[in-house]
Nanobody
Framework: QAPLVESGGGLVQPGGSLRLSCTISSGLARNNIGWYRQASGKEREEVASILVNGATKYVDSVKGRFTISRNTVKRTVYLQMNSLKPEDTAVYYC???????WGLGTQVTVSS
């Protein structure tokens, strides 16, 4: 089983919403998880993270629009993305900070 699997990406119009999911193979409650994104021609950037103690962090460009959360029973971390903008277009990846594992990513395209 892959250590992390992302899902939920797609094409959405500006102002729309998407919810990304990152399902990990085990031990979500003991691991710190982050969401990153990489737009074409740009470096990968950290978007949001959630720690074992529940603390969350966001990059300034998504504050107030994105929310990271987790469900330890479902072993899933979510990234709720609202008020999406064309500049949010990227491949979104989740990573386990404790193990260094990365998922394969899911494409998010914001376009009219």
């Amino acid at each position: 089983q892959a250590p992390l699997v992302e899902s939920g990406g797609g094409l959405v119009q500006p102002g729309g919403s998407l919810r990304l999911s990152c399902t990990i193979s085990s031990g979500l409650a003991r691991n710190n998880i982050g969401w990153y994104r990489q737009a074409s021609g740009k470096e990968r950037e950290e978007v949001a993270s959630i720690l074992v103690n529940g603390a969350t962090k966001y990059v300034d460009s998504v504050k107030g629009r994105f929310t990271i959360s987790r469900n330890t029973v479902k072993r899933t971390v979510y990234l709720q993305m609202n008020s999406l903008k064309p500049e949010d277009t990227a491949v979104y990846y989740c990573t386990n900070f404790n193990t260094g594992a990365w998922g394969l990513g899911t494409q998010v395209t914001v376009s009219s």
